[in-house]
């Protein structure tokens, strides 16, 4: 990575840091704005409003929303994935200090028994109490994307191209700074929440079945032998499900917001049911009742480290392409180098821009005979992109076929309908009739 892109980087973590620390002010904003309009209206329909609830309605959302806000500012609390990254963002309401000018320490060692790390790209260990890794390591993508109002994931959102500072310097987080915040709230819903499960059944249960199936004659403890990869792990549920069946399994992920949160999840996390959060106050459109738009979402549904004693989990931040795709030599200790026995893609594939080069890196870091697992729509994230981003965009039809030339034999094709990050007790709801496949590497 060129030296302009490492500042540029870590100008991006420091700028996601800030959004989550924002998160508060910016959305009670929003709300004032519906208080504002309500004072706005003749007294007489002010009093009918009333009469209905509508301002005790507005209250009860500031209090969600001071609720995830606190919540997101524990996650930036110690961001400790990337060392020290980030102290010197906002003035004094960032990690490091908490305002009142003390600083809090960074921990570094584990605050429990969980196997999970976080690595870097280029990660050089394995080694059970890395949890920082390094901030040159943690090239983990400019360009994130959203996963609510367009679905999974919206086209090509034009990276940090638009983030701006007020004239004070300090950085304003956009609109579509919250909007991917919001999204990683709803996340924390479909990945660690009891409220998710149905979600995560009908998406990772059949990629599960399928792996375990593929490693049939594998005795259960013998599975750790067999790395298993799971680019594109959000907030890691899937990844940590792998493990817990107990494959070896490495998670990649490029977006800070997920990184940063998925980290809190696995490492700073000591009980179930430990946080609570309202991911549905951000929008009044298309809710049934105060009920449905203010009810509270407990998790983790687990005890993130209850994982048996020798699984082997581990988080690769970065771009996937850039780490797997390399053809540079990498240091045998390097976490991301190798071959894998397994992929397991879950919405993924279409956030590639090029899918002939992302089929080309999962074909080639699988071992012969390896199988690849997918779930997902084809929601070409990079289409109508604005920043002239290559975007290839196939059917289905299109896409197994080139897989079957890049050297996979595709079986056990089918559809299967599943939502994502959805309300379940919304108006609003898609159904993706997401196409899932087994396919094995031909040697
Ligand atoms: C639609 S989400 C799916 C997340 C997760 N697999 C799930 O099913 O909940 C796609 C994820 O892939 C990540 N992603 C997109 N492009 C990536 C890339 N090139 N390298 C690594 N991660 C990427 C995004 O940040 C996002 O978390």
């Known amino acids: 990575m060129r030296e302009d892109d490492v500042d ?4 991006h973590f420091i700028n996601v840091i800030t959004t989550f620390q924002k998160y508060g002010p910016y959305t009670l904003a929003g709300n004032n704005r519906r208080r504002k309009d309500l004072y ?17 309605k507005l209250a009860k959302t500031d209090e969600a929303i001071l609720a995830n806000a606190e919540f ?43 196997q999970t790390h976080l690595h870097g790209r280029s990660s050089q260990t394995h080694s059970h109490d ?86 049939r004659d594998i005795p259960a403890e013998q599975r750790h032998n067999f790395r298993v990869l799971v680019p594109g792990a959000g907030l890691g549920r899937l990844a940590y499900d792998v493990a817990k069946l107990g494959f070896s399994c490495q998670g990649n992920e490029f977006s800070h917001y997920m990184l940063l ?51 082997n989990f ?12 390399t053809d540079e030599e990498k240091d045998p200790g390097d976490p991301s180098a190798g071959q894998f026995d397994a992929i397991l893609t879950c919405f993924f594939i279409d956030t590639a821009k090029n899918i002939v080069n992302y089929l080309r890196v999962i074909h080639k870091i699988l071992v012969p005979g390896g ?4 779930i997902g729509p084809l929601l070409w994230h990079f289409e109508n992109n604005t920043s002239n981003e290559t975007s290839i965009e196939l059917d289905l039809e299109e896409v197994k076929e080139l897989a079957r030339k890049i050297g996979f034999e595709i079986k056990d094709e089918r559809t299967i309908d599943t939502t994502y990050v959805n309300n379940k007790e919304g108006m609003l709801g898609y159904i993706y009739h997401a196409a899932f496949w087994t396919a094995t590497k031909q040697i």
């Open 130 to 215: 890395t949890q920082n890794i390094r901030r040159e390591h943690a090239h983990a993508h400019s360009r994130e994307h959203t996963h609510s109002h367009r679905g999974h994931g919206h086209g090509h959102e034009g990276g940090h191209e638009h983030e701006h500072r007020s004239p004070r310097g300090k950085y304003k987080p956009s609109e579509f700074d919250m909007d991917k915040l919001r999204s990683t709230l709803k996340q924390f819903v479909r990945d660690w929440s009891e409220e998710g499960l149905e979600e995560r059944e009908a998406s990772y249960k059949p990629l599960k079945d399928a792996l375990v199936a593929h490693f």
């Open 371 to 374: 199988v690849w697992i997918n």
């Open 8 to 11: 540029e980087e870590e100008a």
């Open 40 to 56: 706005a209206l003749p007294l007489r329909d002010q009093e009918l409003l009333a009469s209905l609830g509508y301002k005790e």
């Open 261 to 311: 949160s998925s980290f809190f999840i696995l490492n700073r996390t000591q009980e179930a049911y430990e946080h609570t959060i309202y991911p549905y106050v951000h929008s009044f459109s298309n809710v049934p009742n105060k009920q449905a738009m203010l009810r509270p979402i407990k998790f983790p549904d687990v005890r993130p480290s209850d994982l048996p004693p020798n699984a």
């Open 72 to 114: 997101l500012k524990k996650i930036v609390a110690s961001p400790g994935i990337f060392g020290d990254e980030g102290d010197d963002a906002e003035d004094g309401e960032n990690n490091g200090d908490d305002g009142d000018g003390q600083r809090r320490t960074n921990p570094h060692t584990h605050s429990h028994d969980s």
């Open 314 to 325: 581990s988080l690769v931040a970065g771009d996937f392409e850039e780490i797997y795709g």
